[in-house]
């Protein structure tokens, strides 16, 4: 009997969300440093122009003309405000773009069991004589057990996530072992 447990399509969409989030926020964050602040800057200098000139009650019709809101800018950003900026865009766009070459490694991993052994994401095949420990603590609750393993005298673990692996393939995969394995 041969089973597959493939990655869960709500992990996949999770995982690539976040991916797309971060680098959206970061490019959102270089916008801002690049054109939103300097642009805002503009307004406001040209606002405290007008201000010092006592010539405010022109400056609804020049911001106007200029395409701009009356409102004008609550502050003036300085260097710092824009290299601020800089700073978390380029940190998220990196962290976005770290969480999706994860994801991008991980969406085709799979757990296969086949007769006598499991086969783990990455290829490597686990006989069930060679499993040595079974840790089921959060598997009833949170669908995670760890196995541990010993091949030719190298140890190893694994384990078994029913949330971002197919349920169903897991709690089969996980039957055998119990029942297979030479603890």
Same mark, same amino acid.
């Given at each position: 009997?041969?089973?597959?447990?493939?990655?869960?399509?709500?992990?996949?969409?999770?995982?690539?969300?976040?991916?797309?989030?971060?680098?959206?926020?970061?490019?959102?964050?270089?916008?801002?440093?690049?054109?939103?602040?300097?642009?805002?800057?503009?307004?406001?200098?040209?606002?405290?122009?007008?201000?010092?000139?006592?010539?405010?009650?022109?400056?609804?019709?020049?911001?106007?003309?200029?395409? *701009?809101?009356?409102?004008?800018?609550?502050?003036? +950003?300085?260097?710092? !405000?824009?290299? @601020?900026?800089? &700073? #978390?865009?380029?940190?998220?766009?990196?962290?976005?773009?770290?969480?999706?070459?994860?994801?991008?490694?991980?969406?085709?991993?799979?757990?296969?069991?086949?007769?006598?052994?499991?086969?783990?994401?990455?290829?490597?095949?686990?006989?069930?004589?060679?499993?040595?420990?079974?840790?089921?603590?959060? *598997?009833?609750?949170?669908?995670?057990?760890?196995? +541990?393993?010993?091949? !030719?005298?190298? @140890?190893?673990? &694994? #384990?078994?996530?029913?949330?971002?692996?197919?349920?169903?393939?897991?709690?089969?995969?996980?039957?055998?072992?119990?029942?297979?394995?030479?603890?």
């Amino acid at each position: 009997m041969t089973v597959e447990a493939k990655i869960t399509s709500i992990w996949k969409k999770q995982k690539g969300f976040l991916a797309l989030f971060f680098v959206g926020i970061g490019l959102w964050f270089l916008f801002d440093g690049k054109v939103g602040f300097p642009k805002s800057n503009d307004r406001w200098l040209a606002h405290e122009k007008f201000k010092t000139e006592n010539r405010l009650s022109e400056w609804p019709q020049f911001a106007k003309n200029a395409g *701009w809101n009356e409102t004008p800018p609550h502050k003036y +950003y300085k260097k710092n !405000d824009i290299a @601020a900026q800089y &700073f #978390i865009g380029a940190l998220a766009v990196v962290f976005g773009m770290a969480v999706f070459i994860y994801w991008a490694g991980q969406i085709k991993l799979v757990f296969k069991l086949e007769e006598g052994a499991v086969i783990i994401p990455g290829g490597k095949r686990v006989p069930f004589e060679s499993i040595t420990g079974i840790n089921r603590k959060k *598997w009833d609750d949170k669908g995670l057990a760890t196995i +541990y393993y010993s091949i !030719d005298g190298r @140890a190893g673990k &694994f #384990i078994l996530d029913d949330y971002k692996f197919d349920p169903q393939p897991m709690r089969e995969i996980m039957k055998e072992i119990e029942g297979k394995a030479k603890l």
